[in-house]
């Protein structure tokens, strides 16, 4: 058994500390908010972002970034807190620690994978990522679910390891770019699937949507040095899938709201936690501009929510694109990777 920090209590990280302290591990659950870290050691509940999961009596529940001091330390920070959780925990975490990311997105500004960002953040350090159709909900409550972590193969194996239990299973993969963009990517695709229900739409435009956006998500993955076989996996249909069907999905629940008509703001606030896709939506519409990666969903969905454009209209201009051959566009795909070797 290990000794295992958490940072972050929101959803992820609470499920994240459930798991590993039921399979047996030391495991400190690490919060910023004292009275939230309370509130949780009495009542052995995250009642505001994981009701209904009992916290065991062997999980720690701290603020005190010593806890930090563990074999492997999880990131479960929002997308946009993560370089300022890596600096802050800097002095705490020590030599051969082992990190893993959780959060899916890109930095704002630097465009970063969030890997880079602690890498960068915590030198010397070996930084992992776990991704896949992972919900909070579904995994604090012991359900079955699969999901991948990738790095150098060394590190993979021992994150692997450590996290596996009869009903987490981890698989392992070298393509930390594609695993990265896969997750982070998804979040955009289920915006708007969230989006075309919203309107009344169908399930021919969801699943157009969801295999169209797929497309561009590795588009963008491969021009960025990710292997197109990543994006069949887990972390690519996989969390796509998930995360443009499921209720749990915040992703689709916010984008659901705006083709209900309701302003971003509102939809935001309604959520009350963190809609990844909205700032990541940007980042990706500025990647797929500086890679001349064509990324037709995307960039409407940039439009919507950065410009206000009509919902309606931009479905219209989906449409009415000039003809495509399908093959050709994956065909297309692969030789980018190719030509990169």
Known sequence: MARIAVYGAGSWGTALAVMLAKAGHEVALIGRDQNQISGMEESRENSRYLPGVKLSASLKLTTDL???????????????????AGRMARAYVQKGSIIVNT??????????????VLTEELPGHSVAVLSGPSHAEEVGRDMPTAVVVASDLDTAEK???????????????PDVIGVELGGA????????????DGLGFGDNTKAALMTRGLAEIARLGVAMGGHPLTFAGLAGIGDLIVTCT????????????????????????????????????????????????PMPITEQAYKILQEGADLRRAVSELMLRGKRHELEEVAAITLSKTEQQ
């Open 66 to 84: 010593q806890a930090l001091e563990a074999e492997l330390v999880i990131f479960a920070v929002p997308s946009h807190s993560v370089r300022a």
């Open 103 to 116: 959060a899916k997105g890109l930095e704002e500004g630097s465009r970063l994978r969030l890997s880079e």
């Open 159 to 173: 994150v692997q390891d450590l996290l596996m239990t009869p009903n987490f299973r981890v698989y392992t993969n």
């Open 246 to 293: 499921s209720t749990h999905s915040r992703n689709r629940r916010a984008g659901v709201a705006l083709g209900q008509g309701k302003p971003l703001a509102q939809v935001l606030e309604e959520v009350g936690m963190v809609v990844e896709g909205v700032r990541t939506t940007k980042v990706a519409y500025e990647l797929g501009k500086a890679k001349d990666v």
């Open 185 to 196: 990517l998804k979040n955009v695709i289920a915006l708007c699937t969230g989006m075309a």
